[in-house]
DNA sequence: CTAGACTGTCCCATATCGCGATACTAACGT
DNA sequence: ACGTTAGTATCGCGATATGGGACAGTCTAG
């Protein structure tokens, strides 16, 4: 490598594969993005696409492939990695179970967990698909939704638009028996970096224990375990 | 390249993606399956881990990294890929709508579509959300879902298992204006290349037009068409 | 506690392999 | 027919990846 001077050929093809992922790409826009000479960057598109890592569309641009989707399958969720980091740190500060719900068209579904080790406590079992209608987590989930969404959960809701407008003003949400009879949570919205909601992170427990103000006390701690969420992602 | 004898950097990159998605793999394990000498498959491995294409766990073993997964997300989706081509194809034969549905949880969401270019015909809007609990192509989807999601959906399904066995001897159902009035389909299971059901396609349109029995007419076509898309994915 | 057998990491002379200027071909638009 | 753009094939040079081997931790067994 003589004096470490030149890029390999592994930054080439990483360069390669982001631009053709980025937007269908042809051989001049690769070369333009990449920086790379044109028989090279033919070169290497090419080899990825007997690789099936790319592929062509009927313009003769390059497109991600087959083997990408398929290699990411088993690609790990970042905000469940981070997830197992955080969570754990929020149960042992409150006491009381930990959720993660992400939106998943009219329903959400809870991609992490961690609960305290016993005692009562609220379970939502890991991968379980629940209402959008009711609960902090469902609230915080649709309060930062698209309008179309919004509508159609608002319709079979047990919450308002107001509601919701409120959420959104305190950047958090909490519920009293609303899911489940005897439960109490408090929820935050999780952002990404580019600042869209992601998630919700909740915190639940039996009111006897949480009170009729989770917020109150909760609030805080869950918007700051949001905040780490999204500093690793 | 001298005379094409030995395998390119590309070749062994993809060896290594291919293995470190399989499963989370070690150094050693990295060697035995790819071939490579272990200087080789750290240094692309130590490499693809600093562009984010792999990255490490608690033990040092390397698996699929975030990169990859923001690759894949503008990946498109081979099924519907696959649908581009076929879908025309027995819209064509039939002169009716036809449809391509993906079970989510206890929804169905249609991934692709292909309708007749005028007159009186169903419309199902690509992208859209629908129940699970009605329609020829619900039923396929519930006949080969697992036990717990299948119990889940009968609940508050308008058919019975009965109905569903009769689906799996069948090979593909039909239905007559059970998800919308006036409508009838037929639908037949599409597998992957391991056989899992991986998605149904329907064909639908007005009852006056297709009959009571649409599957007569229109089931042969129908899995003719299913393995059309299995033979692309 | 030590020997032994593992791991993962780093080094460096070597020849292999990728490099990219150049030339060729195909498909346009004028 | 001509120029201009696109993608593809060629080929000798030399930079670059290679992999045997050394090193350093880590675990197990005796």
Chains 1, 2 share one sequence.
């Not at 003769?60 to 981070?82: C, I, K, S, Y």
């Not at 009111?207 to 009729?212: L, Y």
Request: charged share 20%.
């Amino acid at each position: 490598m003589g004096q470490s001077s030149g890029i390999g050929v592994l930054d080439k093809v990483v360069a390669v594969l982001k631009a053709a992922s980025a937007a269908p790409t042809a051989l001049t826009d690769l070369c333009d993005t990449t920086g790379l000479p044109r028989a090279t960057a033919h070169r290497l598109a090419v080899g990825l696409e007997t690789h099936g890592l790319l592929q062509r569309d009927g313009q003769g641009r390059w497109r991600p492939g087959p083997l990408l989707a398929a290699l990411a399958a088993h690609a790990p969720d970042p905000l469940v990695a981070a997830a197992a980091d955080v969570l754990p740190q929020l149960r042992d500060r409150t006491g009381e179970s930990v959720q993660l719900y992400r939106a998943d068209g009219m329903t959400r579904v809870c991609i992490a967990v961690a609960e305290p080790p016993a005692g009562l406590r609220d379970t939502v079992p890991l991968g379980a698909r629940i209402s959008m209608g009711a609960g902090s987590g469902a609230k915080v989930l649709t309060a930062w939704a698209d309008p179309a969404t919004q509508r159609a959960v608002l319709a079979g809701a047990v919450f308002t638009p107001q509601v919701l407008a409120q959420v959104r003003r305190r950047g958090w949400a909490q519920s009293l028996a609303e899911r489940e009879p005897g439960v109490a949570s408090v929820s935050a919205p999780v952002r990404d970096r580019a600042g869209n909601v992601v998630a919700a992170i909740s915190v639940s427990g039996p009111t006897d224990r949480i009170g009729r103000r989770p917020g109150d006390r909760w609030a805080g701690d869950l918007l700051q375990a949001a905040e780490a969420l999204t500093a690793r992602l």
